[in-house]
């Protein structure tokens, strides 16, 4: 079982910067992929950005503004987004799989357990 909590979610005006972090339990957060998606009001979960072993993988809509990362001595993952648009306007969740291909990252059925979701709104 592997339980996830957000954080760093928050208000930023367009252009600006927010690190979200994800902190999980368990002794084995190294042996999880790790991914991010969002979900803005009336529309379907997106995927945002994943990582696993086999490295990264990011959706047209944030390649090049937002970076993926992780700290396994402390089970953490990181979303690290810049130039923030208000169409980044979203719930941002955090999810875990214990085996996933990235090529498949951005579907949510292929992750085992999700956070609870922080807030990020990008409004001037």
């Known amino acids: 079982q592997v339980q996830l909590v957000e954080s760093g979610g928050g208000s930023v005006q367009p252009g600006g910067s927010l690190r979200l972090s994800c902190a999980a339990s368990?002794?084995?957060?190294?042996?999880?992929?790790m991914g991010w998606f969002r979900q803005a009001p009336g529309k379907e979960r997106e995927f945002v950005a994943a990582?696993?072993?086999?490295?990264?993988y990011y959706s047209d809509s944030v390649k090049g503004r937002f970076t993926i990362s992780r700290d396994n001595a402390k089970n953490t993952v990181y979303l690290q987004m810049n130039s923030l648009k208000p169409e980044d306007t979203a719930v941002y969740y955090c999810?875990?799989?214990?085996?996933?291909?990235?090529?498949?990252?951005?579907?949510?059925?292929?992750?085992?357990?999700w956070g609870q979701g922080t807030q990020v709104t990008v409004s001037s």
């Open positions: 990582i696993s072993r086999s490295g990264t």
């Open positions: 999810a875990a799989a214990y085996s996933l291909y990235l090529s498949r990252s951005y579907r949510p059925n292929e992750y085992d357990y």
């Open positions: 368990g002794r084995t957060f190294s042996s999880y992929a």
